[in-house]
């Protein structure tokens, strides 16, 4: 499912004048079925913008389209459930949004509240485990007990067990150690290549964006400054945004300024590995 931005702007007051408008001017597509990072310091409009998306909050101006969903001042949603049940928004810290006493209460809820049919319950919640890498033994644990990585697979799985078309996943690897990093960028390929969902994370980790992302949005003042492929974005200079580029790009621009030698742009750390034995040779 295809979420578009067209000529969105949001303010908190409507009194508040546009140049201090938490949004303006966006317009921005998230293809179906691809990994789109948005990037941007605190205070940039990044959680806004996927408030958006989840009819959260509604545009003070302009239109957000989310399939055949349109959200927008003038245009009343029908069925506001019929549209979050397609969107499934993992929060920034999960802990918080848990609130119920096991594990399988956390994944049913969401099926629960959406009206699933009670026969597939018990079946989308192992499935909903499984695909996160957790199996059924975890069930009847309290889920304030899990370990970070744990707790972020769960509230993965709470909303993949309603099967949502649009995953959005707000500062997905804060408090991961390096091994539960691994798993969450597994799990996130997944979900684009054999689920075919489609994924956007909020996150200034643009080593895992490189990885995994296939489109960047960088917001700064909550308006958009770049939007393209993460290769196009990733090259530019992103400190004077509070950011920082990924290492292997950095390396990469190292070598073609001081070496003149163009390596090419990788994704992973293993293929520029490759490429530098390959010119070493």
């Known amino acids: ?37 948005i990037i941007g310091k605190s205070g940039s409009g990044k ?3 996927i408030e958006l998306i989840n ?8 239109r957000v389209e989310v399939g055949s969903n349109v959200i927008s001042k003038t245009r009343k949603i029908r069925n506001i459930n019929n549209l979050r049940y397609k969107i499934g928004l993992v929060f920034q810290t999960p802990e918080e949004q848990f609130f119920c006493n096991t594990v399988k209460e956390e994944i049913e809820f969401g099926m629960k509240y959406f009206k699933k049919s009670v026969k597939s319950i018990e079946k989308h919640v192992s499935d909903a485990l499984l695909m996160v890498g957790l199996d059924d033994s975890y069930l009847n644990r309290n889920p304030f007990t899990l370990s970070s990585g744990e707790m972020r697979k769960v509230a993965i799985a709470s909303i993949l067990a309603f099967n949502p078309k649009i995953v959005i996943l707000d500062e997905p690897t804060i408090g991961l150690d390096n091994q539960s990093k691994k798993n969450l960028i597994k799990i996130i390929k997944l979900l684009k290549n054999r689920y075919k969902k489609t994924v956007i994370i909020v996150s200034n980790d ?5 990885q995994i992302a296939d489109h960047v949005v960088l917001l700064d003042k909550g308006k958009i400054i770049y939007d393209n492929n993460k290769y196009e974005v990733f090259k530019q200079d992103l400190e004077k945004y509070g950011l920082k580029r ?9 070598v073609l300024e001081k070496k003149n030698i163009k390596i090419g742009y990788r994704d992973d750390i293993n293929d520029l590995m490759k490429d530098v034995y390959r010119y070493v040779k």
């Open 47 to 49: 959680t806004t913008l």
């Open 206 to 210: 643009t080593d895992l964006l490189l």
């Open 55 to 62: 009819a959260l909050i509604i545009p003070t101006k302009g």
């Open 246 to 254: 990924p290492k292997i790009i950095e390396f990469e621009q190292m």
């Open 1 to 37: 499912m295809e979420v578009k931005f067209n000529d969105v702007y949001y303010v908190y007051n409507e009194k508040t004048p546009i140049s201090k408008m938490v949004l303006g001017n966006i317009n921005t597509t998230f293809k179906e079925g691809t990994i789109s990072g």
